[in-house]
Nanobody
Framework: QLQLVESGGGLVQPGGSLRLSCAASGFTLDLYAIGWFRQAPGKEREGISCISTSGGTTTYAASVKGRFTISRDNPKNTVYLQMNSLKPEDTAMYYC??????????????????WGKGTLVTVSS
């Protein structure tokens, strides 16, 4: 079965950190660009970061730049999102997705090939 599974979400205080993981099963992640997206209650989905197949190119939304870092470990078939200096407005369901290119991740995320079911991040005191 081809799937992406996110993990690492939870409740954290403002200013805290979390590391999300996106693990693939049934296919090889190193053939895909990977993106992290989030959706808060009552809001539209937001693309927050993308990484190329090699990991050599990364992009970030302005809302997370300087605080979040995307990385990938292809031998482990896993992509990570390190989130630091978390704010209450970062509260959302976080999803990862796999696609054919970083351009697709940035501009045509609805065309991404695989999506996970999400992991919930809650930032609250």
């Amino acid at each position: 079965q081809l799937q992406l599974v996110e993990s690492g979400g939870g409740l954290v205080q403002p200013g805290g950190s979390l590391r999300l993981s996106c693990a693939a099963s049934g296919f090889t992640l190193d053939l895909y660009a990977i993106g992290w997206f989030r959706q808060a209650p009552g809001k539209e989905r937001e693309g927050i970061s993308c990484i190329s197949t090699s990991g050599g190119t990364t992009t970030y939304a302005a809302s997370v730049k300087g605080r979040f870092t995307i990385s990938r470990d292809n031998p482990k078939n896993t992509v990570y999102l390190q989130m630091n200096s978390l704010k209450p407005e970062d509260t959302a369901m976080y999803y990862c997705a796999a696609g054919r290119s970083i351009s697709q991740c940035m501009y045509r995320p609805n065309d991404m090939d695989y999506w996970g079911k999400g992991t919930l991040v809650t930032v609250s005191s």
